[in-house]
């Protein structure tokens, strides 16, 4: 019986951040690491700083500096605290294209040790419907894993 694919990669990616403090160089190897693990156009995060998302560490095309609360993907998945994942960026009311490329999209909420929204996990890529329900638990455990970091 093999493994959970899921599983491994959180092993992977728990074991890379273990007993590291310095948040930017945890997010940028995450971010790395999870860039080449699914092969995607954009992986990155933005932070909480305020009522805006702040670009923080990512791999892939020049991104967005800030992106307000309840705007396009990232700031809807943060106002109304849940993961989206957007088969078709066009169909996504809002959506504020960072690069013209993306075609696909998947935000999950990192939430800090009081509950609160922190920051997003952002991954984009071009091909239509790329993201499924496996990519929505990785990145759930992901966002787990971070929880420590903030607040």
């Known amino acids: 019986m093999t493994a959970d694919p899921t599983n491994r990669r959180l092993a992977e990616l728990q074991a890379l951040i273990e007993g590291e403090n310095n948040l930017v160089g945890v997010l940028a190897n995450l971010s ?4 080449e693990m699914l092969s995607t156009l954009w ?18 095309p020049v991104a967005c500096y800030r992106i307000k609360k309840g705007r396009g993907v990232c700031g809807t998945a943060w106002d109304e605290s849940r993961p989206i994942i957007v088969p078709d960026v066009e169909q996504f009311p809002g959506h504020i294209a960072c690069s013209s490329r993306s075609r696909s999209e998947i935000v999950v909420p990192v939430y800090g040790k009081s509950g609160r929204v922190a920051g997003v996990i952002d991954i984009d890529d071009e091909k239509p419907g790329r993201f499924n329900m496996a990519d929505l638990r990785l990145l759930e455990g992901v966002a787990e894993m971070l929880r420590p970091y903030f607040d």
């Open 43 to 60: 992986t990155g995060f933005y932070l909480v700083e305020g009522e805006e998302l702040l670009l923080g560490p990512f791999q892939g």
């Open 32 to 35: 790395a690491a999870l860039h």
